[in-house]
């Protein structure tokens, strides 16, 4: 087999006529990314692949920017003032290094699919190589919405603070593009009772929705004023950044105590934490439930773990990494509150810990509900899971204890406009696996069953899941 060939991880038979007959042409729903909105309406062309690839502004990828750290590139060459060519340079050097890292193929596929480069990357032939992505780029067929075309791309949900106006969405929307691009509606900074800039942050909350804030009920008020508007913008989902302090039990009245001591500067204990955020939960999980909006959970990430390089660069700058801690029983409350409200809205669990996959399974098998199939969902495997080994494991988990067919399938979670071969990687992932089904005996020779989950896992579900 040769170098992302076509039959690249396809290993037997029936993943290849299930790859090519099923899952190859289908569209893409991205339903969780962070590309920019105003970007899409101006149809931006990239006139330089590192900026695409590398660095500027909300494109920093730090998936590239790990490995080159890890192989001593200097900092000016990844994030910082260096032209684009020698940051490219410095990435045609670390690349070849890092054989079995998914990133050499992401790249490889992207140098692939959108510029038609075959050949491998290296220190010999990078400036060939920088000069054809770049004189691509500089033309019409390279803008952002033909890149999108290009990979066939029908919706994609980008990541919005509340306080957003949405200018972008609104523009794209009465532009008559016909990529919907779809706003989700992710409230960290309203949870984050213990982070610096909440005060603040709850200022320009009730500046936007006018609501004057003062209490648990003023704050839940005015995050329903803004959920309504994303929904009229098109909002089929939220998002939720969650760390190890997700519930215990607590009223309005003591919330509102909690919330009067951070405003006023003081401390609050690890208990008090959790009281503010499982009340919140609670309040937008029923309201995302009465919208049919859909609530993802991003569970597990330990953040901006090296302070130097946080105070030098900032958070979201590869600085990150996987955590652990006893948030299941707590996550347990959160649902099990809503489902005896009768509130409990489509909920996706993602986990940055694949230990903690057959647990969220199991957790959420308790929360199925009648009615279309795939009301609970674990999400894709997620940011250091992105990779063969870790998609292969979250698939074999959800079989083992979930329902693999209603899977709603792949994201990029990416801030780059060329990251949508990953799609086609995962999809080769799945009809891989679900061949070896066949190929040993554990499920039969059913082309027309297997190729309609092949479709629904790449597309169908994810359409009607998030209508």
């Known amino acids: 087999m040769n170098f992302l060939d076509d039959r690249y991880m396809l290993n037997n038979e029936v993943a290849e006529k299930l790859f090519f007959e099923h899952a190859k042409d289908m569209p893409i729903y991205d339903f969780h990314n962070h590309l920019n909105p105003k970007e899409i309406y101006e ?11 590398l660095n500027e502004g909300n494109y920093g990828d730090h998936y590239k920017w790990r490995l080159m750290r890890a192989c001593g590139v200097e900092e000016e060459k990844i994030t910082g003032n260096a ?4 940051k490219f340079k410095a990435y045609s050097e670390t690349l070849p290094k890092v054989i079995g890292n998914p990133v050499y193929t992401f790249s490889h596929m992207e140098l692939k699919r959108y510029f038609g480069i075959d050949e491998s990357l290296t220190p010999d032939n990078c400036e060939k190589v920088y000069e054809r992505c770049n004189e691509l780029l500089k033309t019409k067929e390279f803008s952002v919405r033909n890149l999108l075309r290009k990979m066939n ?14 200018k972008w969405h609104k ?10 691009v779809l706003p989700s509606y992710r409230p960290d900074k309203a949870f984050n009772i213990d982070k610096e800039g909440y005060k603040e942050y709850l200022k320009q909350l009730s500046d936007v929705s006018s609501v004057e804030i003062t209490d648990v009920a003023t704050l839940v008020k005015a995050l329903e004023k803004r959920l309504d508007y994303f929904v009229e913008m098109g909002c089929a989902g939220s998002d939720h950044a969650v760390d190890g302090n997700i519930y215990e039990e607590a009223d309005e009245a003591a919330v509102t105590a909690i919330m009067k001591k951070a405003l006023n500067g003081e401390t609050l204990t690890t208990k008090e934490v959790r009281q503010y955020k ?5 309040q937008m999980g029923e309201r ?17 773990n090296s302070t130097r390089s946080f105070r030098i660069l900032g958070a979201d700058t590869g600085y990150d990494s996987i955590g652990s801690g006893d948030y299941l029983g707590q996550l347990q409350k959160v649902l099990d509150q809503l489902d005896l409200n009768e509130c409990l809205p489509k909920t996706i669990l993602y986990s940055l810990s694949a230990n903690d996959n057959d647990a969220l399974i199991t957790l959420m098998q308790c929360f199925q509900k009648p009615g279309p199939p795939g009301h609970m969902q674990y999400g894709s495997a997620w940011w250091f899971n992105d990779h063969k080994t870790g998609i292969e494991k979250q698939l074999n988990d959800l079989a083992d204890n979930g329902v693999l067919s209603t899977f709603v399938g792949m994201l990029t979670d990416s801030r780059s406009f060329l ?11 799945l009809c891989n696996k679900l061949g070896t089904y066949v190929e040993n005996g554990d499920y039969p020779y059913d082309l027309e069953t297997l190729g309609k989950i092949v479709e629904d896992i790449s597309y169908n579900n994810a359409l009607h899941y998030f209508g």
């Open 43 to 53: 149809d931006r062309n990239f006139d330089d692949i590192s900026k695409i690839w």
């Open 83 to 86: 032209s684009g060519f020698e």
């Open 153 to 166: 791309v029908k919706t994609l949900c980008t990541t919005d603070d509340p306080i957003d106006d949405l």
């Open 171 to 180: 523009l794209i929307k009465e532009d008559g593009f016909e990529i919907r």
């Open 278 to 282: 499982g009340y919140l939960y609670v």
């Open 288 to 304: 995302y439930y009465k919208r049919n909006v859909v609530m993802q959970l991003h569970i597990g990430a330990m953040r901006n």
């Open 419 to 429: 990251s949508f071969s990953r799609h086609e990687y995962f999809r080769r992932i």
